[in-house]
């Protein structure tokens, strides 16, 4: 029997694990909080001295960690310990989509998942409450009971509880969303373990927010919250392009239909598309899933939200196209923001990527900036090393990084702004206008600059939805 939560271990220290158990050590003094993880330049990097080198960056995450980190938060590559001293596991592990195999391209990869649990399996002590937290298809705790349950018939000793308690944080909020969640949801089936994982959250949430389901019930709600988020951006970039031929403006119509409280006013920005980690993947495995149960018609409905949002991706390339006189062979441009979002590091599906390898294979010279992916990040998600291309090489095409905005700018035919960083807003367009080679275009995928300015300043400027 646990007698009380003291030890929690979480396995994956990645943008879900950390921020979450960071939040957990800090509302919890009297919980021991453990994040391991196999790799181990990761766990270095959230043990670093100097916090500006935590490895994943995120607003007011620095302070948070440094609350806690040494009293009752501990980063650690010590799986098999930190495993057995756990009254609680939590499992935070990446879930990408698969990409080969049965269920390719749409279904998740659960081998991190599954490793997870034979790990759980094999060196958990006693009693132990194990909560999925990864994004994960429906039905996955059945997986992780099954593998568990296998190992506990052998020995008496071993016990073991699943819930899910998917998480709902946003990167770039991810803290203040974990300390005032609009709700926390837990699936299980051991009322028990259920209250020990809810009395943890009672700590700083209050109990009108702890909604308890079943298993099924808790994963499926997980898919459907992004799915429904994802398919209200596909449907006012659908829009944006309605807009752009038609004379009306995106940002007055999303303001108008926002204003019905039926319809509400959030995430109704429209943009270059969705990435993150968690929109696309989730999306496919409702559609896997949907499939798999003969629902051919819900499965293609679905599949429409990522259909709109991957032509919005090359709605984009080729307005850029057209307009700089239909080649872009041998030009330059500049590329503000990389990451998918603002206020985090994390480029993973980020519209960025499939712009700029547009472009590339268009024969254009990229200079990108972005205030927090590095150049390394920019090479593995491009494919391709950064290579300065000299003047009136027009056999050779590819892309750089740079230290700053003016620098991204200096000699660009256009500016392409794909991610709405705070600093994008402030541009000096005038510095701008006498750095860029006339005539010079800027595309603002996210309509964040003003237009006035910019064509005052004799640039020449196309916005999403306008
Ligand atoms: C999402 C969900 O919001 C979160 O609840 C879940 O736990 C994980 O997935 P995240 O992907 O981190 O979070 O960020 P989110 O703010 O949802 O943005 C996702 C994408 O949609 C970004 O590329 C963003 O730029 C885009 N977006 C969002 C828009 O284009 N317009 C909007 O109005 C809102
Ligand atoms: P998410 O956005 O879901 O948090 P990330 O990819 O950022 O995903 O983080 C997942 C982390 O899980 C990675 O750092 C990875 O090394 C770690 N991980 C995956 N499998 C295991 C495992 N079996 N044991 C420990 N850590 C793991």
């Known amino acids: 029997m646990i007698d009380k939560i003291k030890n929690i271990c979480c396995i994956g220290a990645g943008y879900v694990g950390g921020p979450t158990m960071a939040v957990i050590a800090d509302k919890c003094p009297h919980i021991q909080v453990n994040v391991v993880d196999v790799n181990q330049s990761r766990i270095n990097s959230w043990n670093s001295e100097d916090l500006k080198y935590l490895p994943i960056y995120e607003p007011e995450l ?10 009752n938060l501990h980063f650690s590559t010590n799986v098999e310990e930190k495993i057995r001293e756990a009254d609680m596991i939590f499992i935070s592990v990446n879930t990408p989509t698969k990409i080969s195999g049965i269920g390719a391209g749409q279904a998740s990869d659960l081998k991190w998942v599954e490793s997870s649990a034979r790990q759980i399996a094999k060196y958990a002590q006693g009693e132990t409450i194990v909560v999925e937290k990864s994004t994960l298809p429906v039905k996955t705790a059945e997986t992780i009971k ?29 803290i203040n969303d974990l300390e005032n969640p609009d709700r926390v949801l837990i699936g299980g089936e051991n009322d028990e373990s259920i209250n020990y994982l809810k009395d943890i959250y009672l700590n700083w949430v209050e109990k009108e927010k702890i909604l308890t389901t079943n298993l099924w019930s808790s994963e499926l709600s997980k898919l459907i919250a992004n799915a429904f988020l994802a398919q209200r951006i596909s449907s006012i970039n659908s829009i944006s392009a309605l807009c752009e031929v038609t004379g009306a403006d995106i940002k007055e119509v999303s303001r108008a239909i926002g204003m019905d409280s039926r319809i509400g006013g959030k995430f109704l920005n429209s943009g270059p598309g969705f990435g993150g980690s968690c929109f696309k993947k989730d999306i496919l495995n409702l559609v896997y899933i949907c499939n798999y149960y003969g629902l051919k018609k819900v499965a293609s409905y679905w599949q429409k939200v990522i259909d709109i949002n991957d032509w919005q991706q090359e709605r984009i390339s080729s307005i850029i196209v057209k307009n700089l006189f239909g080649t872009i062979s041998s030009k330059t441009i500049g590329i503000l923001g990389f990451s998918f979002k603002a206020d985090t590091n994390d480029t993973r599906e980020s519209p960025a990527i499939s712009i700029c390898k547009d472009l590339i294979v268009e024969g254009a010279n990229l200079q990108i900036f972005d205030p ?36 991204a700018a200096k000699n660009a035919d256009a500016l392409v702004i794909i991610t709405e960083w705070e600093e994008f807003k402030k541009i000096d367009w005038q510095k701008i206008s006498n750095l860029m080679r006339p005539p010079s275009w800027v595309f603002d995928t996210r309509s ?12 020449n400027i196309w916005q999403i939805g306008n």
């Open 62 to 71: 620095a302070p948070t960690v440094k609350r806690s980190r040494g009293r």
């Open 146 to 174: 099954k593998i568990l349950s296998t190992v506990s018939n052998n020995n008496k000793e071993i016990k073991f509880n699943v819930l899910s308690n998917p998480e709902f944080l946003a990167e770039g909020t991810a």
């Open 372 to 407: 927090q992916v590095s150049e390394d990040q920019i090479a593995i998600d491009l494919e391709s090393e950064p290579k300065k291309v000299s003047e009136n090489d027009f056999d050779n095409f590819g892309w750089i990084s740079c230290n700053d905005i003016y620098d």
């Open 448 to 459: 964040i600059v003003n237009k006035k300015i910019v064509l005052k300043n004799g640039l």
